[in-house]
């Protein structure tokens, strides 16, 4: 009896031995599986890190030549500093706008409220002191700018305290919220839902290109998945698989075919127009200014650039440019101030070297960017606390 007992007792704790091992091996399994998804999300990709990886993707072919480097005054120091010049940072999940930048210290500069800045931002605002918020894709992010002084923003800030301040009186701040592939949509909800409430003196957009882009891969800006949000989809359907369940149905696939030039004018110009509104009744003036891209650009190209310029871009994003050009232009005078400053290195030589890939610059064009920028602020009389925002109709 006393034998069976014991028989019966040790096989008892062998299957649960073996029931604990199988939860085990299972849980560490799809542990191991979710961390290789995640993966991709957890990673910062630096302009080294592109580089290594130029030959995956044809626009980046070039990168592996020599001649990234050009794009930047420093042409020496930026090839040391490859690995620790930000390209596209590690994400955090946002409300309405699916992601914002991890804040994050070093050559990141995230700060505490997701803005690429060189201090956090204090509220209320202090007394002398002029705020710019900057909103845009990975071209106001500052992708391959290697600190956040070689950022636009960071150049616009300097430039202003070094020629307005001694003017005005008044210390400049710019903090820049963007983050790489944001359309206009994202831009206008964090504008009505973030910005308007964090006492901005101006609120400036630094975009354009990304919306084309959206519109020739097919997506339509104001009803789309963007490139975060297709990750995460593609996460939960997962877990779905995993429960024995069928995956969420699409409802925001991209078609076929580009969208329509003038669908894409209408639709940036709709959200331009409902983030001046959002601000003009906070009393905050709003700007657009319509950033260069390669496809419009008439700026004599070096051998580098060039091998950047994909022909069958070239004549969707410069209808859509010209369209949108004009669907500003119709209403600056109501709701928000328009810069078109697409053609602003077109001026330069054939043997400057601007542009870094199709849509990013090395320092030399960001400065460029925001010497332009600051040209028209003061030309406008925005540099100083009260100017009357454009009315809202």
Same mark, same amino acid.
């Given at each position: 009896?006393?034998?069976?007992?014991?028989?019966?007792?040790?096989?008892?704790?062998?299957?649960?031995?073996?029931?604990?091992?199988?939860?085990?091996?299972?849980?560490?399994?799809?542990?191991?599986?979710?961390?290789?998804?995640?993966?991709?999300?957890?990673?910062?990709?630096?302009?080294?890190?592109?580089?290594?990886?130029?030959?995956?993707?044809?626009?980046?072919?070039?990168?592996?030549?020599?001649?990234?480097?050009?794009?930047?005054?420093?042409?020496?120091?930026?090839?040391?500093?490859?690995?620790?010049?930000?390209?596209?940072?590690?994400?955090?999940?946002?409300?309405?706008?699916?992601?914002?930048?991890?804040?994050?210290?070093?050559?990141?500069?995230?700060?505490?409220?997701?803005?690429?800045?060189?201090?956090?931002?204090?509220?209320?605002?202090?007394?002398?002191?002029?705020?710019?918020?900057?909103?845009?894709?990975?071209?106001?992010?500052?992708?391959?700018?290697?600190?956040?002084?070689?950022?636009?923003?960071?150049?616009?800030?300097?430039?202003?305290?070094?020629?307005?301040?001694?003017?005005?009186?008044?210390?400049?701040?710019?903090?820049?919220?963007?983050?790489?592939?944001?359309?206009?949509?994202?831009?206008?909800?964090?504008?009505?839902?973030?910005?308007?409430?964090?006492?901005?003196?101006?609120?400036?957009?630094?975009?354009?290109?990304?919306?084309?882009?959206?519109?020739?891969?097919?997506?339509?800006?104001?009803?789309?998945? /963007?490139? +975060?949000?297709? *990750?995460?989809? !593609?996460?939960?359907?997962?877990?779905? $698989? =995993? %429960?024995?369940?069928?995956?969420?149905?699409?409802?925001?696939?991209?078609?076929?075919?580009?969208?329509?030039?003038?669908?894409?004018?209408?639709?940036?110009?709709?959200?331009?127009?409902?983030?001046?509104?959002?601000?003009?009744?906070?009393?905050?003036?709003?700007?657009?200014?319509?950033?260069?891209?390669?496809?419009?650009?008439?700026?004599?190209?070096?051998?580098?650039?060039?091998?950047?310029?994909?022909? /069958?871009? +070239?004549?969707? *994003?410069?209808? !859509?440019?010209?369209?949108?050009?004009? $669907? =500003? %232009?119709?209403?600056?005078?109501?709701?928000?101030?328009?810069?078109?400053?697409?053609?602003?290195?077109?001026?330069?030589?054939?043997?400057?070297?601007?542009?870094?890939?199709?849509?990013?610059?090395?320092?030399?064009?960001?400065?460029?960017?925001?010497?332009?920028?600051?040209?028209?602020?003061?030309?406008?009389?925005?540099?100083?606390?009260?100017?009357?925002?454009?009315?809202?109709?």
């Amino acid at each position: 009896m006393l034998r069976t007992v014991v028989i019966v007792s040790l096989l008892s704790l062998l299957l649960c031995a073996l029931a604990g091992a199988g939860y085990w091996v299972g849980r560490q399994s799809i542990r191991a599986e979710f961390r290789g998804l995640l993966a991709g999300a957890e990673q910062v990709e630096s302009l080294g890190n592109l580089l290594d990886e130029a030959a995956i993707t044809d626009q980046l072919v070039a990168l592996q030549r020599e001649g990234y480097h050009l794009s930047y005054r420093d042409a020496n120091a930026i090839r040391e500093r490859r690995y620790q010049t930000p390209w596209a940072g590690r994400v955090v999940y946002a409300p309405f706008v699916n992601y914002l930048q991890w804040p994050a210290t070093g050559v990141y500069q995230i700060n505490e409220l997701q803005f690429r800045a060189d201090r956090e931002l204090r509220l209320p605002a202090p007394t002398g002191v002029f705020r710019i918020f900057i909103t845009g894709g990975s071209t106001a992010f500052g992708s391959g700018s290697p600190d956040y002084g070689q950022t636009i923003g960071g150049f616009l800030q300097a430039r202003l305290n070094e020629t307005a301040s001694p003017v005005t009186g008044l210390r400049y701040e710019v903090y820049t919220m963007a983050n790489p592939a944001w359309s206009s949509t994202h831009e206008r909800i964090v504008i009505e839902n973030r910005l308007s409430e964090l006492e901005p003196d101006l609120v400036l957009s630094l975009s354009g290109n990304n919306d084309v882009y959206w519109g020739y891969t097919g997506h339509d800006i104001l009803w789309y998945h /963007d490139l +975060v949000a297709t *990750f995460y989809l !593609a996460l939960l359907n997962h877990a779905y $698989a =995993l %429960a024995g369940l069928a995956p969420m149905p699409a409802v925001a696939p991209a078609a076929d075919d580009p969208a329509p030039p003038a669908a894409v004018a209408r639709r940036l110009a709709k959200n331009v127009g409902l983030a001046g509104c959002a601000l003009a009744g906070a009393g905050i003036p709003y700007v657009f200014a319509l950033q260069p891209t390669l496809p419009v650009s008439e700026k004599p190209l070096t051998e580098y650039e060039a091998a950047f310029l994909q022909a /069958d871009w +070239v004549e969707y *994003f410069r209808h !859509a440019y010209r369209l949108i050009h004009e $669907a =500003l %232009a119709v209403r600056e005078s109501q709701d928000f101030g328009f810069i078109d400053l697409a053609s602003v290195f077109d001026e330069a030589g054939a043997t400057e070297q601007i542009f870094l890939d199709s849509f990013h610059f090395g320092d030399r064009g960001n400065r460029l960017l925001a010497e332009a920028l600051y040209q028209e602020l003061a030309r406008r009389a925005l540099l100083r606390p009260g100017a009357a925002p454009p009315s809202c109709f």
